[in-house]
């Protein structure tokens, strides 16, 4: 099963400049989330962020947050019991009106129906740290979710790599997917006759 853009979103968890530092490969796996947001958008995929308590952790890297269409502030270590899941989700369907007179009416005179909301993106692509706490947390509630989980593991970071190793172990048992940056920007391209072809290439050369 490959990656489809039009049924993807893109979590990117607390990437947040007074964690960064004591992190384990943090500068390279900030480079790749960037990396992720940037292609994301040449694609039209969606991009939310989280921040753990940032009243005392402080925001997200700068560029980051500011590629982010909203930014959950969360307490959880998970960020679905804060609302993670709702942003994810496309609005509720209009219910169809009551009785059976509407369906009789010809398709002119039913122009102000309300329209169907945007379709479901249920590939959820998620990075983020730290690997073994909050990012394998969220992971995993969203699985719990029934959304399909795909995690970019060179885009993680913990202050050990025993501990973002743990949590790959943990999350492929659980069904997540593993995979790189690279492979994301791929699959969601599909083909080198794809107009964003040059651009994403420059993005991860």
Not at 50 to 73: K, V, W
Not at 101 to 126: C, F, G, M, T, Y
Request: negative net charge.
């Amino acid at each position: 099963m490959l990656l489809d853009a039009s049924q993807s979103q893109l979590v990117l968890v607390d990437y947040q400049e007074r964690l960064m530092p004591a992190l384990s490969d943090g500068a390279a796996a900030l480079a790749n989330a960037r990396r992720l947001a940037r292609v994301a958008q040449l694609l039209d995929v969606p991009v939310w962020g989280t921040e753990q308590n940032p009243g005392r952790l402080g925001a997200n890297d700068a560029e980051l947050r500011a590629l982010c269409r909203r930014t959950l502030a969360k307490m959880h270590f998970s960020a679905v019991p804060d609302g993670l899941a709702d942003w994810l989700r496309p609005p509720a369907k209009p219910q169809p009106p009551q009785g059976g007179n509407a369906r009789s009416l010809p398709k002119h005179l039913r122009k102000s129906e309300p329209q169907p909301p945007e379709d479901e993106r249920p590939s959820i692509v998620i990075a983020g740290c730290e690997t073994h706490v909050c990012l394998l947390q969220t992971a995993l509630d969203l699985l719990d979710d029934e959304f399909e989980v795909w995690v970019v593991t060179d885009a993680c970071a913990s202050r050990t790599e025993r501990n973002r190793d743990a949590a790959f172990d943990r999350l492929a048992g659980a069904g997540a997917e593993l995979v790189t940056t690279e492979m994301v920007a791929f699959e969601w391209l599909g083909s080198c006759e794809h107009p964003a072809f040059k651009d994403m290439l420059a993005l991860i050369k």
